[in-house]
């Protein structure tokens, strides 16, 4: 015997309640505002929640995941440009980057949102984010096995790596997750399924490996399923061992 879910009637239950998440993705602390930014991708929206409260208030969405400007759907990463007071946002499944105004109720469009596919205004499936210092945006296109790079008012994004289908060489990825940039705009990208850290030198055509990339396993010198990594303020890095349920962090030479 099936259970017949009322499912207009539970999301509208649970989707105004702001003191309940359907299902917690990416999120981004404020420090400076004591503020948490958190994507809730059941609900369609980003809540932000004041340090210490008991209930959040709506940022972004929460209107349902069709194609209006008001809407998200599954929003999965996000990121706080400061500088104009704006929320940029990883709308996975209508295949978009968007810029959302704080306070505002609508969002525009940064990068994709031109349906799925392979061209440089579109995307497919994108999942993590990464602004550098010059605000530009990094874009893991997660089902297009590659990492796009936004500039401000570009009409297309600029391909940095992979790019080739999915594979294992030196020029491709394989369902890539988290980005992160270093100083010398070299790309680090946690290529999933090739189980390895991968890095990008600013305008090269292959990466080269910078952990991992021992196949699958659980010795030392091997990763499963990379999900996300990050930098410490003496650029080791720190990666996110997602299968074997572990952090590591290794040195990496710069130059």
């Not at 940022?59 to 349902?64: E, I, R, V």
């Not at 999915?166 to 070299?186: E, W």
Request: aromatic letters at 12%; a negative charge; charged letters at 25%.
């Amino acid at each position: 015997m099936y259970t017949k879910w009322n499912y207009n009637y539970w999301r509208t239950k649970f989707s105004e309640t702001l003191d309940k998440f359907g299902q917690l993705e990416g999120f981004y602390v404020d420090y400076d505002d004591q503020m948490i930014y958190i994507c809730d991708s059941w609900f369609n929206r980003v809540v932000k929640w004041k340090y210490y409260s008991k209930i959040g208030e709506l940022a972004a969405g929460d209107n349902g995941n069709g194609n209006q400007s008001d809407q998200l759907n599954h929003p999965i990463d996000l990121i706080i440009d400061k500088d104009n007071d704006s929320l940029i946002i990883c709308d996975r499944d209508k295949r978009q980057v968007v810029r959302w105004k704080i306070g505002d109720t609508n969002r525009t469009i940064v990068a994709g949102g031109n349906g799925p596919g392979n061209h440089f205004n579109q995307l497919n499936r994108p999942s993590y984010l990464f602004v550098d210092q010059n605000h530009s945006v990094y874009i893991s296109d997660t089902s297009n096995h590659r990492v796009m790079k936004w500039i401000k008012d570009a009409k297309e994004d600029i391909l940095v790596a992979g790019g080739q289908g999915s594979g294992a060489g030196l020029n491709q990825l394989t369902f890539p997750r988290r980005v992160i940039v270093d100083q010398f705009d070299s790309v680090y990208v946690a290529d999933r399924h090739n189980h390895r850290i991968i890095r990008w030198v600013k305008g090269s055509v292959e990466g080269s490996v910078v952990v991992g990339g021992n196949g699958q396993g659980k010795e030392s010198n091997q990763l499963d399923t990379p999900e996300d990594l990050s930098f410490d303020e003496e650029y080791n890095v720190y990666v996110s061992d997602a299968e074997n349920r572990r952090v590591q962090t290794f040195a990496v030479d710069l130059n």
